[in-house]
């Protein structure tokens, strides 16, 4: 049995000596590899933190003391210290641990935090709530992997610099980067910061010794301390925290176990907010993560954990934007490119390569992303915002004010769409079609393959008057689904037989939709399956198909409140159409996490239970049988398949 085998919580490492806490660390990065290996995780950030946290739980006494980690992906070896090491071997597995701080497993974990920025917004809070409750308990925020580069924290920190009753200690880790090499100018200053002098200790002894001579002392001292000032804001930036009024420590080692919990042992015990700035190395202690020069292993897919060599990735749907944009971009001079440090996960880099001076990294702010792009697009270009779609919930004020607003040609590309699985209920981007819904002139385009994507891609930069929003899903994409006929702008993907059901395909779900088609066939009814490519607006050609068909049918990942088909259905009534609907569609809950075709069979989004509940409505229709004439969308509907 192993030292880490022995750890049940975290008062057990308090009675381990200094050799075997140097083992359980060797022993915890052994545990993160073979974990993460199967089925990949994020784990350059936590082999990075191991020794960091070690000292953050000997000394502070969670969960009495809160810990909240920003973000909570580089959590997993806190988790291994309050007693679910052994349980990591079903990581971001269905039933198995969360990739992120969950309250639902341990009272140790307090905020999920998978978005990041927000840390010492929470601990502020908390802090507070405990010093106005008379109870004597420390908050210790733990921010790093670039979460200092999100306009939320510094607006916490302005509110932390004030509030002098906090127990708040926070740890700064600083490894220099988010998924890649953090950007900036608060990254310029850190790096600075990493190689200053230090001044404290002379500073201190020059400080006893000028205080001890009588009268002019204290009067020396006091200039000395403003020439120390403004010689080390020269060359180390403390200052920024210090002129906000934050008590700074380090910067300190963060490997360096015993030098960390001195110096949170110090920040401690000072009874009010306290910056400890640790550095530390994304993928230490594992060598093939820091050889890894794109990410370190940030978030690795399956690997073996001995070469450390990744298995081989097939085509993803980011693929396809990736070679698109670029070649967009060699046609469009005024096309930039702009990401919130995901270059690499957005499929940005190629284009970066190409065009460096019209790429634009702007660290983990979505909000100043969407702003900046509204900027360059008053300016005379056309910014296409590569983010993950749960990441666009964050500047939802900006899209509508600052873009759509100002009409203002910007175009959103939401990476991740729909319900993504493995990271849990954070990361589904099922909330973007019924947020969006709500912003006036905005068009919102939904791709069902991967050559829809190149096609609408290059329709949404042409529009200079509004913002543009393509949106597609995590994994490969389909093979494609060519039309068999089109009406209007919609796709026509399935006509077969008498005009029963009209299915409305949303994206990804067209897949889904064709094979709902041949089941409805199947059973002898008839059935068109249009895909509306751009999705806001409603297009009006859908008005007159459903009103020609017996039942309408919407299929999407994405919420049902609010969605394509919520808004398609109002359309319908406000224009006198009452065809009988049925909307298929995301539950409004918080998802937990699993794969991806796991979490759409349990919330009925599969061609099965879809195709179970149109019968359904249709035998249970007491009106006539449904006549056969022509339909617009070409032939007698009975006279054509589907082609593939």
Excluded at 75 to 92: E, I, N, P, S
Excluded at 205 to 220: E, H, S, T
Excluded at 250 to 266: I, K, T
Excluded at 583 to 599: S, T
């Amino acid at each position: 049995m192993g030292v880490l085998d022995t750890i049940s919580g975290p008062r057990d490492l308090r009675r381990l000596s200094d050799d075997e806490l140097d083992t359980l660390a060797s022993e915890i990065r052994d545990r993160l590899v073979t974990a993460c290996a199967p089925a990949g995780g994020h784990l350059g950030p936590n082999l990075g933190v191991v020794e960091l946290t070690i000292a953050i739980h000997r000394v502070f006494d969670s969960p009495r003391d809160r810990i909240v980690w920003d973000t909570g992906h580089q959590a997993y070896v806190h988790k291994m210290l309050t007693g679910r090491a052994a349980q990591f071997d079903r990581l971001r597995v269905e039933g198995g641990l969360s990739g992120y701080p969950s309250q639902a497993e341990s009272a140790h974990d307090i905020v999920e935090n998978s978005h990041a920025s927000t840390s010492l917004s929470y601990a502020d809070g908390l802090a507070k709530a405990y010093a106005i409750r008379g109870e004597d308990r420390h908050v210790v925020a733990v921010i790093g992997d670039g979460a200092l580069t999100g306009g939320m924290a510094w607006e916490a920190l302005n509110n932390i610099a004030v509030a002098d009753r906090s127990k708040l200690v926070i740890v700064v880790n600083d490894n220099g980067r988010s998924y890649t090499p953090t950007i900036g100018g608060l990254t310029t200053a850190l790096t600075r910061l990493r190689t200053s002098p230090r001044y404290e200790q002379a500073l201190d002894l020059v400080k006893r010794r000028l205080n001890a001579v009588p009268g002019v002392g204290p009067a020396a001292y006091d200039a000395l301390h403003a020439m120390k000032k403004g010689v080390k804001d020269a060359v180390a930036p403390q200052g920024l925290f210090e002129d906000l009024g934050l008590k700074y420590v380090g910067p300190v080692d963060g490997h360096d176990r015993v030098a960390m919990e001195h110096a949170l042992v110090q920040a401690r015990k000072f009874g009010g907010p306290v910056i400890v700035h640790a550095l530390t190395r994304k993928g230490f202690g594992y060598d093939a993560a820091e050889r890894h020069e794109a990410d370190q292993f940030h978030q690795v897919g399956p690997f073996d954990p001995e070469s450390g060599e990744q298995d081989p990735k097939g085509a993803i749907w980011t693929n396809a934007f990736t070679d698109e944009i670029v070649r967009i971009g060699q046609r469009r001079q005024d096309v930039v490119a702009i990401t919130a440090a995901m270059m690499h996960p957005t499929g940005l880099q190629q284009f970066q390569a190409r065009f460096p001076e019209r790429t634009f990294d702007v660290g983990i702010a979505e909000q100043h992303a969407a702003t900046s792009a509204a900027g360059l697009a008053l300016g005379g270009l056309h910014p296409v915002v590569a983010i993950y779609s749960t990441f666009l919930n964050r500047a939802f004020d900006q899209v509508l004010m600052d873009c759509a607003l100002h009409r203002c040609g910007v175009t959103f590309v939401l990476d991740r769409a729909g319900v993504t699985g493995d990271d849990g209920a954070s990361h589904n981007g099922m909330w973007d079609m019924s947020i969006l819904q709500v912003v006036p002139g905005l068009r919102l385009a939904a791709p069902r393959d991967a050559t829809r994507l190149r096609e609408l891609l290059n329709e949404a930069v042409d529009v200079e008057d509004a913002p543009t929003v393509i949106r597609f899903p995590k994994g490969a994409p389909p093979a494609d689904i060519p039309a068999v006929g089109t009406v209007d702008g919609l796709d026509v993907l399935v006509r077969n037989g008498a005009r029963d059901v009209l299915v409305v395909a949303v994206g990804a779900m067209a897949t889904t939709a064709v094979d709902v088609a041949d089941r409805l066939v199947a059973q002898g009814i008839g059935v068109t399956v249009v895909d509306p490519r751009w999705v806001k607006p409603v297009n009006p050609a859908l008005l007159d198909l459903a009103g020609r068909h017996r039942l309408v049918v919407s299929i999407e990942d994405s919420g049902e409140t609010g969605g394509c088909g919520a808004v398609l259905l109002q359309t319908l009534n406000a224009a006198g159409v009452h065809t009988p609907f049925r909307l298929h569609a995301v539950p409004q809950r918080f998802l937990d996490h699993a794969k991806r075709a796991r979490i759409l069979e349990q919330v009925g989004l599969t061609p099965q239970a879809i195709a179970l509940r149109i019968v359904e409505d249709i035998t249970a229709r007491p009106d006539a049988q449904p006549d056969h004439q022509e339909d617009r969308t070409g032939e007698a509907p009975a006279e054509v398949d589907r082609s593939m």
